[in-house]
Nanobody, 115 residues
Framework: QVRLTESGGGLVQAGGSLRLSCAAS????????MGWYRRAPGMQRLFVAR???????TYSDSVKGRFTISMDNITKTTELQMNSLDVGDTAIYYC?????????WGLGAQVFVSS
């Protein structure tokens, strides 16, 4: 079993930056990717970014060029650096970890961007 614990987030003005962190614990040796999803108010949870053990990254079009994902392969800790935030980025951000066909989720971290 894998447990994901998010930290960071909070309130920021539009144009500002925030960093989210997620630490995996438990049986982490078999994880092959970590990433982030977000759920805006009244919306479904959507993909934001993912990083694989190889270092390959993917981003949603809405955050490409503004967000950067990184991962420590040994500790299985991932960070999401979010720059040039706008009100449309307001959401609960969920950490995700993949182990073959299994997905693990954190409880979420709130990000609120004010205009």
């Amino acid at each position: 079993q894998v447990r994901l614990t998010e930290s960071g987030g909070g309130l920021v003005q539009a144009g500002g930056s925030l960093r989210l962190s997620c630490a995996a614990s438990g049986k982490i040796a078999d994880l092959n990717a970590m990433g982030w999803y977000r759920r805006a108010p009244g919306m479904q949870r959507l993909f934001v970014a993912r990083i694989f053990n190889s270092g390959m990254t993917t981003y949603s079009d809405s955050v490409k060029g503004r967000f950067t994902i990184s991962m420590d392969n040994i500790t299985k800790t991932t960070e999401l650096q979010m720059n040039s935030l706008d009100v449309g980025d307001t959401a609960i951000y969920y950490c995700n970890a993949k182990e073959l066909l299994t997905d693990y989720w954190g409880l979420g971290a709130q990000v609120f961007v004010s205009s």
